[in-house]
């Protein structure tokens, strides 16, 4: 039997394109003879990545990481408060007790006018009748003299008012002696509180003496002078409380001066009504420390 021919070899396969970036080694062009093995070049391996970097991890300040150790290693989360309703509720109290403080005193305001139209109040007005002197006595010395005096003070009060009436409380008066060099003292005393009613006259007095007060020879002269021709001056001053009622309405007890300036000295008493006869000086009033005024 003849023998077969030999087979031809078959047609080399194509390598497939690789997908990676790096593009392929270039293969031989020659052709394989008939009956030897294809050889191909050994792959090369990639070179080998250097091993990441390791950072150090910082450890905390003192006072955090023992902050943290106290919590329990949990960090500190700050919590937000919401302090707007808060805020907006105390403002409103404020707001509404500001209002009702203000209409309050609208309230006063308009019932003060309301009552002054209706009862037209006026202040009352005083006067000092003429000082008598029970008692007077200067030593005569050549360098010191002293001097013994007692007077007797008596403030007159008219209340021109047809609805008010006025209630003067407890207090005291003092009576000085003018001079050029400086006002004498001559003592003080209580005095009496007393009720004035409307469209009425009242009085108050009381007496002040003093002994043994000392002034240079000067002044002694002066003095002596002036009582020979009943020429001494006095001042007068009065400080007690008062309040003011009309009808239902009632006022609370106020600080009240009176002062007296310019007080003439009696003229001998007349025999047959032994009352002090004289001008009368006019007194100034200050509630609470400011003169009273009138509006008329």
């Known amino acids: ?31 394989a003879a008939p009956g030897q093995a294809r050889t191909t070049p050994p792959l090369k391996k990639p070179p080998l990545a250097p091993p990441p970097q390791v950072r150090p991890q910082l450890k905390p300040p003192p006072a955090l990481q023992y902050r943290q150790q106290q919590q329990g290693g949990q960090p500190r989360k700050r919590r937000y408060r919401n302090h707007r309703g808060g805020g907006c ?78 209630e003067y ?28 009613r409307a469209r009425s006259v009242a009085a108050v007095g009381f007496v002040a003496a003093a002994k043994g007060v000392v002034v240079d020879e000067a002044v002694a002269a002066r003095v002596r002078d002036r009582y020979r021709r009943r020429q001494l001056a006095f001042k007068v001053v009065v400080d007690t ?28 008493r007349d025999g047959s009504s032994g009352s002090v006869v004289g001008p009368m000086s006019k007194c100034q009033v200050y509630l609470f420390r400011v003169r009273w005024f009138s509006l008329n």
């Not at 029970?134 to 403030?155: C, E, L």
């Not at 001079?179 to 003292?185: E, K, L, M, T, V």
Request: glycine content about 8%; proline content about 11%.
């Open 241 to 268: 409380h008062v309040s003011a009622r009309a009808g239902a309405l009632r006022t609370g007890m106020v600080p009240v001066r009176l002062l007296c300036d310019g007080g003439a000295m009696a003229p001998p």
């Open 1 to 31: 039997m003849a023998d077969k021919p030999p087979l031809a070899p078959a047609p080399a396969m194509k390598p497939k394109a690789k997908t990676s970036a790096a593009p392929p080694p270039p293969v031989a062009a020659s052709a």
């Open 169 to 196: 409380g407890d207090g005291e008066g003092r009576a000085e002696l003018a001079d050029a060099d400086g006002d004498i003292a001559l003592g003080w005393a209580p005095v009496a509180g007393f009720d004035h």
């Open 89 to 166: 509720s105390g403002r409103r109290v404020c707001c509404l007790a500001t209002g009702f403080v203000l209409l309050a005193l609208c309230l006063a305001l308009a019932a003060a006018c309301l009552a002054y139209l209706y009862y037209h109040p006026r202040p009352p007005s005083f006067h000092l009748q003429p000082v008598s002197t029970t008692r007077f006595r200067v030593g005569n010395s050549s360098a010191v003299s002293a001097m013994d005096v007692t007077v007797a003070v008596k403030v007159v009060s008219w209340n021109p008012n047809d609805k008010v009436s006025f």
